[in-house]
């Protein structure tokens, strides 16, 4: 069965430094993946998506993350941490199967919690 | 667009007691679906819906019902409730789309406490 694996479950960065967010996922075929962001006491929104093309995706407030297949990673980074981006953050995948069907039938992680000190 | 909404906010129930929790979108999306929210364990997907009269399980389906008699309303159901059903619950919604070209949103969510 396809699963997401997120390492850490909370990451302490100081504003102002990189911000780099793991996620591996198990599958033999490559799915689609996908990164949101969940603000205290809000749903969840989408930060990016890796579909298919270019392996280094940007997404929102200026996150990005590069699929790397070798590796089956889909690590979320961002250059500099600002306080705002405090939040959890959930790596997701497709199973394959249902990428081109329109459902987004998503497989999600266990999440990470950013804190951001000043 | 009020986007995807979500009632009530909070909910307290006692074992065994029944209650229906509300989703409804604006978008006039056809897939909807409900995801629990448990910590450490991610969100995880109880039912969904890819139109009015057709819905299908999830990963997590046993305690729950779901009916889909319009494109806007996704109600869950809870027939008799459990302290294992104590969560966070997500509704969401999408177009039927390629992926490439579509997007999930989320409702607010609804804390749900069974005593």
């Known amino acids: 069965a396809q699963s997401v694996t997120q390492l850490g479950s909370h990451v302490s960065v100081s504003e102002g430094a990189l911000v780099l967010l793991r996620c591996n996922y198990s599958?033999?075929?490559?799915?689609?993946l996908f990164w949101y962001v969940q603000y205290p006491n809000q749903g969840l929104q989408l930060l990016l998506k890796?579909?298919?093309?270019?392996?280094l995706v940007k997404g929102i407030n200026g996150f990005e993350a590069e699929f790397k297949k070798s590796e089956t990673s889909f690590h979320l980074t961002k250059p500099s941490a600002h306080m705002s981006d405090a939040a959890e953050y959930f790596c997701a995948v497709s199973p394959p199967g249902y990428m081109n069907t329109g459902f987004q039938k998503l497989v999600f992680g266990t999440g990470t919690r950013l804190l951001v000190s000043p | 667009n009020a986007g995807v909404t979500q009632t009530p906010k909070f909910q307290v129930l006692k074992t065994g007691q029944s209650m229906t929790l509300q989703c409804a979108q604006d978008m006039n999306h056809e897939y909807m679906s409900w995801y629990r929210q448990d910590p450490g364990m991610g969100l995880r997907l109880i039912h969904y819906?890819?139109?009015?009269?057709?819905?299908d399980q999830g990963e997590v389906p046993n305690g729950y019902n779901v009916s889909r008699s319009t494109t806007e309303d996704f109600p869950l159901r809870l027939l008799s409730a459990a302290p294992s059903q104590t969560s966070v619950y997500f509704c969401?919604?999408?177009?039927?789309?390629?992926?490439?070209?579509?997007?999930?949103?989320f409702g607010p969510g609804t804390r749900l406490t069974v005593l």
């Open positions: 969401a919604s999408s177009y039927l789309r390629p992926v490439e070209y579509n997007e999930q949103f």
């Open positions: 819906s890819v139109g009015a009269g057709i819905t």
């Open positions: 890796y579909t298919t093309g270019a392996t």
């Open positions: 599958s033999s075929v490559p799915p689609y």
